[in-house]
C-alpha cells in the first residue's frame, strides 16, 4: 500500500474518533415536549467520539449528571456532572457547551438533570442516555419510567469532570451574558460523604474551621424561577454563589 493511501487511512480514523454528537440541553415553553428534556434524550456513540451539550434552554438551569440505571435521580459514586448551568430569560449571545468524551462505549450511560426547581427535573423525564439497549428491561423507556416513579427530591451532590465510561476537560462555557456556574465539578471525583455544595466561583461546600453541621439549599430567586444557587448553611452564614435579585430570608431556603 502507498504512503498517500496510509496517510489517507489514518487521517480517517482520526476523524471518526473525533465524531461530535449534539445534545440540547432543556427546551422552551414553545419546544415539543416542553422545557424539561434532553433533546434527543439518547444518542450513540463510539469510544473517542464526543457528547457536545448545548445549554439552549431560556430561561433554563440544568446539570448533566451521571446515573445508575437503578438509581436514575441520584448522582452516580464517581460520576461525571457539569454542574448547574443557568441560562437567563433573554438568552445568551453564545451558547455555553459542555463536552463530554466516550471513554468507554461497551456499556450504557445513563444521566439525569439534578434541578430541583420549580419542581424536580428528573422526575419530569428530564433524562438521558448513552449507548443503552434499544429494547428490553434496560431500555431507555425504562429508565425514563423509573425517573418518573422516583420519590422524594433527587440527589444534589456535585460530581466531577471525570466518571464512569466518559470525561469532560474543561467546565461549560463561555459564560457570557448573565449564564453562570453552580456547583462546580471537581477534576476527579471524592471519597463518598465529601462536599456537595459549590458555586460559580468554585467554592466548596466545606467552611475552613467550623465543626457546624451543613445543610444542602436550594434558594429561589424572587420574581425569577430561573434564578437559583446551591450551597449550605455554618453558623448562619450562607456558602454558595452569588445571585442577582432579592431575597426574603432563610425561611426561602428549601432542604
Known amino acids: ?3 498517500a493511501d496510509l496517510l489517507a487511512l489514518a487521517l480517517a480514523a482520526v476523524a471518526y474518533a473525533q465524531n461530535t454528537i449534539t445534545v440540547q440541553v432543556g427546551g422552551e415553553a414553545t419546544t415539543n415536549g416542553g422545557i424539561f428534556q434532553f433533546i434527543p434524550p439518547t444518542v450513540n456513540g463510539s469510544q473517542g467520539d ?4 448545548q445549554f439552549t434552554g431560556a430561561p433554563g438551569n440544568h446539570s448533566i449528571t451521571q446515573s445508575t440505571f437503578d438509581d436514575p435521580c441520584d448522582p452516580m459514586d464517581g460520576g461525571f456532572d457539569s454542574g448547574w448551568v443557568n441560562i437567563p ?6 451558547t455555553p457547551v459542555w463536552n463530554l468524551t466516550i471513554t468507554d462505549a461497551s456499556t450504557p450511560l445513563w444521566f439525569f438533570c439534578k434541578q430541583l426547581i420549580p419542581s424536580p427535573h428528573c422526575i419530569a423525564g428530564m433524562v438521558g442516555a448513552i449507548n443503552p439497549p434499544a ?8 429508565f425514563q419510567s423509573k425517573a418518573h416513579d422516583f420519590t422524594g427530591n433527587p440527589g444534589q451532590g456535585v460530581g466531577a469532570l471525570v466518571g464512569s465510561g466518559a470525561s469532560a476537560s474543561t467546565i461549560p462555557g463561555p459564560l457570557t451574558d448573565g449564564a453562570a456556574l453552580a456547583g462546580t465539578p471537581a477534576a476527579t471525583a471524592t471519597s463518598p460523604g465529601g462536599s456537595s455544595g459549590g458555586g ?5 461546600g466545606t467552611s ?3 465543626s457546624a453541621t451543613k445543610y ?5 430567586c424572587v420574581g425569577d424561577a430561573s434564578e437559583f444557587v446551591v450551597g449550605y448553611w ?3 452564614d450562607w456558602h454558595g454563589s452569588d445571585v442577582r435579585g432579592s431575597f426574603k430570608g432563610r425561611d426561602e431556603y428549601l432542604s
Open 1 to 3: 500500500m502507498r504512503l
Open 50 to 53: 464526543i457528547i457536545m451539550f
Open 89 to 94: 430569560a433573554n438568552g445568551v449571545g453564545v
Open 135 to 142: 429494547s428490553g428491561s434496560n431500555s431507555f423507556q425504562a
Open 200 to 204: 460559580a466561583s468554585g467554592s466548596s
Open 208 to 210: 475552613s474551621g467550623s
Open 216 to 220: 444542602e439549599y436550594t434558594k429561589l
Open 234 to 236: 455554618s453558623c448562619c
